[in-house]
């Protein structure tokens, strides 16, 4: 079993900054990526953001492009959504999820990919 909890979220002002993290705890070792999704209410859960946990590789959901950074400090078993220049459209609860095992890259953006999700942190943009 692995255990994601997520923290750091809150209301921002719209331009503002915020960074969320997702701590990582239990049989970790298995991690093979972990991403970032966020759901507003009555809309579908949308990818944000993954990394892999072997090379650090990075994919981006199109509407954070050039916004959001996602990171990974493997040593303390937590990830990172630096997030910038937040607008109204990035209120949404932000949810961590982990992979373990095998995967590919076109599959990263889809949430049935992963095995285990954190309870999710609000973030609200106040514009």
């Known amino acids: 079993q692995v255990q994601l909890v997520e923290s750091g979220g809150g209301l921002v002002q719209a331009g503002g900054s915020l960074r969320v993290s997702c701590a990582a705890s239990g049989r970790t070792f298995s991690t093979s990526a972990m991403a970032w999704f966020r759901q507003a209410p009555g809309k579908e859960r949308e990818f944000v953001a993954a990394?892999?946990?072997?090379?650090?590789?990075?994919y981006y959901g199109d509407s954070v492009k050039g916004r959001f950074t996602i990171s990974r400090d493997n040593a303390k078993n937590t990830l990172y959504l630096q997030m910038n220049s937040l607008n109204s459209e990035d209120t949404a609860v932000y949810y961590c999820?982990?992979?373990?095992?095998?995967?590919?890259?076109?599959?990263?953006?889809?949430?049935?990919?992963?095995?285990?999700w954190g309870q999710g942190t609000p973030v609200t943009v106040s514009s």
């Open positions: 990394v892999t946990w072997i090379g650090g590789r990075t």
């Open positions: 999820a982990a992979r373990m095992g095998v995967f590919t890259i076109s599959a990263l953006p889809t949430p049935r990919l992963y095995d285990y």
